[in-house]
């Protein structure tokens, strides 16, 4: 079974640029998720998808950043402009279904640097 | 306050040692609790979770809950140079910083 797939590995740009990430799920899985790891912290959940749908953006900033799951399977997030503080590893991940105990499976994720 | 905490580590031991590595929790509605293994550059991967308090074993691994106390503990034995990692704990959605772990042999 492939798992999560992420793209790019690796970005760089300079503060005010704009910048996209993509995510390929597990096939079947309807929840994706998307979290931010700044460096020596855990994860932070960004976004969270049902299929198309967003259940949870609370902790999304939406002034810079946007985030969309097209027909329920691949999805992109945007930073647009970047900060200096954006500088962090973007995780996808993606799960069967929203459930508290359902087995959430990470990609690799992007690490962005914002010089 | 955050709502999980761990220390960052790094936790150095030789191989073979029994590791202990340890969170509390904050939110009274966490009822599952995870812990995860995350490697240099890779994503974190699910290791144990459990939703009661007391202990569930796993192999090498046994994962403790203390809801009383708000407190988690995660126990390596036999530990190898493969689990040197970063063990990330916390509920489904939100994770403690993290504890780095390094066992040399």
């Known amino acids: 079974e492939a798992g999560v797939a992420q793209s790019p590995r690796y970005k760089i740009i300079e503060k005010r640029q704009s910048v996209a990430f993509w995510c390929n799920p597990i096939?079947?899985?309807?929840?994706l998720y998307w979290y931010q790891q700044i460096l020596g912290q855990g994860p932070k959940l960004l976004i969270q998808f049902q299929n198309n749908g967003v259940v949870d953006d609370s902790q999304l900033p939406k002034d810079r950043f946007s985030a969309e799951r097209l027909k329920g399977v691949d999805s992109t997030l945007k930073i647009q402009p970047a900060k200096l503080e954006d500088s962090a590893v973007y995780l996808c991940?993606?799960?069967?279904?929203?459930?508290?105990?359902?087995?959430?499976?990470f990609g690799p994720g992007t690490r962005l640097t914002v010089l | 306050q955050k709502e999980v905490e761990q220390d960052p580590g790094p936790l150095s031991v030789p191989e073979g040692a029994i590791v202990s590595l340890n969170c509390t929790y904050s939110n009274s509605a966490f009822q599952y609790f995870m812990w995860y293994r995350q490697y240099s550059r890779k994503g974190p991967e699910l290791l144990m979770y459990?939703?009661?308090?007391g202990n569930k074993e796993d192999g090498r691994f046994t994962a403790q809950v203390d809801k009383s106390s708000k407190y988690i503990s995660l126990f390596i034995r036999d530990s190898q140079p493969s689990d040197s990692a970063t063990y990330l704990c916390g509920d489904k959605l939100i994770f403690g910083t993290g504890t780095r772990l390094q066992v040399f042999p």
């Open positions: 096939s079947g899985h309807a929840t």
């Open positions: 459990t939703y009661s308090s």
């Open positions: 991940a993606s799960s069967l279904d929203p459930g508290r105990t359902d087995t959430q499976y």
